[in-house]
C-alpha cells in the first residue's frame, strides 16, 4: 500500500519534470539530434536551419542545449577546441560545449542566441570530417550540368561576389563555407546553411567536386594551372580547424594534399560580372 508521503513526493516529480524539444539537422547527410527545453529555441532552430530541418529517426550525434549563459567567460575570448580524457572542449566568449566522439554525444551552454549553437555545430563537423579526409573549408560553391565547383579565397577574394553572379543554372551551395566529403576516388560537396554576406542559405544537395577555383580579382577573366603544392598550401590555409591538437592538424594537411592530389586546382582571375560563368562548367 502506497504511503501518503510517497504519494505526494510522486507527484511533485511530475511536477518538476521538463518538457523536451528536439530537431534534427542534417548537414552534409549528417543528421544531428538537438535537445532543448525551451519550444522558443527549438523554433528559432527550425526557422534558421529551415531546408536542412530532417524528419530521419537515426542520427548521427546529440546535442543537448542549456540556455544557460556561461559564467566567468570574457565576451570577446576567442575559440578554444581542446582534447582532454577523449572528449573535446569547446568554449568561446558566448559558449561552453563538449563533445564525446565516442559517445557520439554533446552538451553546450550558451544563452538563447542562434550564432553559438551555429559555431558549435561547425567545429563538431569539422571533428567529424576529419576522422575520414573531408573538411570545412571558406570558399563558396555551386552546382552546374550535375558538378560542383568550390571558389575558395579569404574575405574579399569574391566569393560572394562569384555567388551573387552565378547564373540561373547554377545551384548555389553557399557562399562562404563548403562541406567536402571524400567518396571512393573522390569528393562530394554538400550544401550548407553556414552563408556569409550574400545572407541566403544554401541548397540541400551536393554533386561531386570538378574544380577547385583559387579566386583573385583582377583586369579580366581567365583560368590559370597551379602547381600541387602550391595548390595544397592555399587550400591548408582556408580550411576550418580549431581544435589544439597535433593529430588533428595533421590530419588537416593530410585532407588537403590527397584533395588536390586527386582534384584539379585552378585559379580563376575575374572581373566581376556574369560573363565569369562562361568560364565556370
Not at 565576451?75 to 581542446?82: E, F, G, L, Y
Not at 579565397?153 to 545551384?171: E, F, M, Q, W, Y
Amino acid at each position: 500500500m502506497t504511503s501518503l508521503g510517497t504519494q505526494v513526493l510522486a507527484t511533485q516529480a511530475l511536477a518538476t519534470q521538463v518538457e523536451s524539444y528536439s530537431v534534427v539537422i542534417a548537414i552534409g547527410g549528417v543528421p544531428v539530434r538537438v535537445n532543448t527545453t525551451d519550444a522558443s529555441f527549438l523554433e528559432m532552430l527550425q526557422n534558421r536551419y529551415a531546408g536542412f530541418v530532417s524528419d530521419e529517426g537515426i542520427t548521427e550525434f546529440d546535442l543537448d542545449v542549456d540556455l544557460t549563459a556561461p559564467s566567468g567567460m570574457e565576451r570577446d575570448a576567442p575559440v578554444r577546441v581542446i582534447q582532454s580524457a577523449g572528449r573535446w572542449l569547446l568554449e568561446r566568449g558566448d559558449f561552453r560545449a563538449e563533445w564525446d566522439p565516442a559517445m557520439r554525444r554533446g552538451s553546450i551552454r550558451q544563452s538563447a542566441n542562434p550564432y553559438s549553437i551555429d559555431a558549435v555545430l561547425r567545429i563538431v563537423h569539422t571533428l567529424v570530417l576529419a576522422e575520414s579526409g573531408g573538411f570545412l573549408v571558406h570558399s563558396a560553391s555551386a552546382i552546374r550540368n550535375g558538378k560542383a565547383f568550390l571558389f575558395a579565397g579569404v574575405s574579399g577574394a569574391g566569393k560572394t561576389t562569384i555567388s551573387r553572379l552565378a547564373p540561373a543554372d547554377a545551384t548555389l551551395l553557399t557562399d562562404e563555407i563548403s562541406y567536402v566529403r571524400k567518396q571512393g576516388d573522390g569528393y562530394v560537396a554538400y550544401g550548407t546553411p553556414f552563408n556569409g554576406e550574400f545572407a541566403k542559405l544554401g541548397e540541400n544537395v551536393s554533386a561531386p567536386v570538378a574544380v577547385l577555383y583559387l579566386l583573385a580579382q583582377g583586369p579580366e577573366n581567365r583560368i590559370d594551372p597551379v602547381g600541387e603544392a602550391d595548390a595544397g598550401r592555399e587550400l591548408l590555409g582556408n580550411i576550418l580547424f580549431f581544435a589544439e591538437d597535433p593529430e588533428f592538424v595533421h590530419r588537416a594537411f593530410q585532407a588537403a594534399c590527397d584533395f588536390v592530389h586527386r582534384v584539379p586546382v585552378r585559379r580563376l582571375t575575374f572581373v566581376p560580372g556574369v560573363r565569369v560563368w562562361e568560364l565556370i562548367g
